[in-house]
């Protein structure tokens, strides 16, 4: 049995060279053909949770004990802005468009509240009994858990972005309807 000189360990440096080839072809897969972790995917989260950072923490000031809710003023709107943004963007849209992230993939999509094409109508009224009793048949969900307040707020607030918030109600019916409401 002759020592071959050029055998020597031959095991050893094939086990070397194949290893170079699989970490080679491994470089090779990872650099040109895996298609790389989506670190963008937590960014709906984020977002959201910035959303209601920002209510949460933004400058409306806290109108939650407002004695006349159905009277509508900037401030009132403001803060139902803040209202807007944690219970009803992620469907209906930052900017109100309907084109919030959860809204995609619904049938019936989310409405447009700024165009307004309404089965109801614009009226404060009518905006008002949708947050209360939603739509049936619907994603659009009942919202009687959320203060009575905090309701209106939203609804001068979805008036307020809006190209068709009519009609008007009457001021003093408002007022009696809005008295009938918890
Ligand atoms: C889970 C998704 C979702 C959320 C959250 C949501 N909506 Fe909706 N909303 C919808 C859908 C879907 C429709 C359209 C239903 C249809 O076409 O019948 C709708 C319709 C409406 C309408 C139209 C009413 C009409 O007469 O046509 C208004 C106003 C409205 N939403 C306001 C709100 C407000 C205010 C909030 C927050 C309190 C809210 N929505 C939260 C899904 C949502």
Redesign the pocket.
């Known amino acids: 049995m002759g020592l071959d000189k050029n055998n020597y360990n031959r095991g050893g440096f094939l086990a070397f060279m194949s290893c170079m080839a699989a970490s080679t072809v491994f470089f090779i897969y990872i650099s040109f053909i895996h298609p790389g972790i989506n670190i963008d995917k937590p960014k709906i989260k984020t977002e959201i949770g910035m959303q209601v950072a920002q209510a949460a923490g933004g400058a409306a000031a806290d109108m939650s004990t407002n004695p006349t809710p159905w009277t509508s003023t900037p401030e009132f709107v403001e803060y139902g802005k803040t209202k807007?943004k944690m219970?009803?963007a992620?469907?209906?849209g930052d900017g109100g468009k309907g084109d919030g992230p959860?809204?995609a993939s619904?049938n019936?999509?989310?409405?447009d509240?700024v165009e307004g094409k309404?089965?109801?109508?614009g009226s404060a009224k009518?905006?008002f009994t949708?947050?209360r009793d939603g739509?049936p048949g619907?994603?659009?969900?009942p919202?009687k858990h959320?203060p009575v307040v905090d309701r209106w707020a939203?609804t001068h607030y979805?008036r307020s972005i809006s190209k068709n918030a009519k009609p008007e109600d009457k001021p003093a019916d408002l007022e009696k309807f809005a008295k009938g409401e918890k």
């Not at 019936?108 to 409405?111: E, H, N």
């Not at 309404?118 to 109508?121: F, G, L, T, V």
Request: overall charge positive.
């Open positions: 807007y219970n009803c992620v469907c209906h959860a809204g619904l019936p999509k989310p409405r509240l309404w089965k109801k109508s009518d905006i949708t947050i739509l619907t994603m659009m969900a919202f959320i939203m979805v």
